[in-house]
């Protein structure tokens, strides 16, 4: 494996983020691993502080180039939750897969052996974000009843190479293909240049808050190069721009909830509406002032809007 010791940033990051999270999380997290498929993967489980009726256990599927870390806001906003968050099959601490190519099918049969593995049942909640959006909801597609119901934050609506955005995306596909053909230790520096991941920290970040930004940097810095080595990277961006939830927004027939941020740059609003009206049970709730950081930024009423809508629909 290509993985880079990120042991001195994580921490420093920890250090950092200690303003940003609840004094009871800690006590809540446990840290465990388990074979699926040949690959050992990495998982956190946070147990509720206080099991209540409306206890639900929510599975969540994080972003591209992103770990269990990136969610951690939201997960310490709902202490009445049983929360169980993997790192994907070659990102964070999970190996990649066996001789197997890193699509949203493949992710998606992960999410299957996870399952079975955790002896996780149909009344699971399954939360995607970003990337993990589309896994979950091409997951949820593919095998009806097999969770309930489906919640994404910051869904990718629409095709990534299409639309104003068509260009940058075309651009950083050459930059991860470039990436993995050049010389490994060159190869390696480009993809985790921390001059290129600061750049796509400060262009997702909405906040004014300086602290808050500082920490988001910080995050980005420790956890954005974590992935196992270039060709399962090269494989999941290609996943991730090829698939979107509007390919299947027609097969998901159970409750889904739509979080989105008000000033995504990349899922549009006016994409997040055109994807409601194409699923047939859908909630959408925008926040203000936010973009695709929304598990970074707006915990709290990302938070709320799960608590609302698991509320609505329970087990």
């Not at 699971?124 to 997951?139: D, Q, R």
Request: glycine residues 8%; proline residues 7%; neutral net charge.
């Amino acid at each position: 494996m290509e993985n880079v010791d990120t042991a001195h940033s994580s921490q420093g990051a920890q250090a950092q983020a200690v303003e940003f999270f609840s004094k009871s999380l800690p006590g809540r997290t446990s840290a465990s691993d388990v074979d699926v498929h040949g690959s050992n993967v990495a998982y956190w489980t946070y147990e509720p502080v206080n099991v209540t009726p409306k206890t639900r256990t929510i599975l969540v599927i994080h972003g591209f180039r992103g770990d269990h870390h990136g969610l951690l806001r939201v997960v310490d906003q709902l202490p009445e939750m049983r929360i169980i968050m993997p790192d994907l099959p070659a990102f964070g601490s999970s190996e990649p897969f066996v001789d197997d190519e890193h699509t949203v099918e493949r992710y998606g049969r992960f999410i299957t052996g996870f399952m079975d593995a955790l002896g996780l049942g149909p009344n699971t909640v399954l939360l995607g974000h970003s990337f993990g959006s589309i896994i979950a909801s091409h997951f949820a597609a593919a095998h009806p009843g097999a969770i309930h119901p489906l919640i994404l934050i910051n869904p990718i609506a629409a095709p990534a190479l299409e639309g104003p955005k068509g260009l940058m995306t075309k651009l950083a596909v050459l930059y991860y293909q470039v990436s993995a053909k050049l010389p490994k230790r060159l190869g390696l520096a480009v993809l985790r240049n921390r001059a290129i991941v600061r750049v796509m920290s400060i262009t997702m970040a909405k906040t004014k808050d300086k602290h808050l930004r500082r920490f988001i940097h910080g995050q980005h810095d420790a956890y954005f190069s974590a992935f196992a080595d270039r060709k399962s990277l090269l494989e999941s961006f290609r996943a991730s721009v090829s698939g979107n939830v509007a390919d299947v927004a027609d097969k998901l027939r159970l409750p889904v909830l739509l979080i989105a941020g008000e000033k995504d740059e990349i899922a549009t609003l006016p994409n997040q509406h055109k994807l409601m009206g194409r699923l047939p049970d859908a909630t959408l709730v925008v926040i203000p002032g936010v973009g695709h950081l929304i598990h970074y930024e707006t915990p709290t009423p990302a938070a709320a809007a799960i608590r609302t809508f698991l509320e609505e629909h329970p087990a």
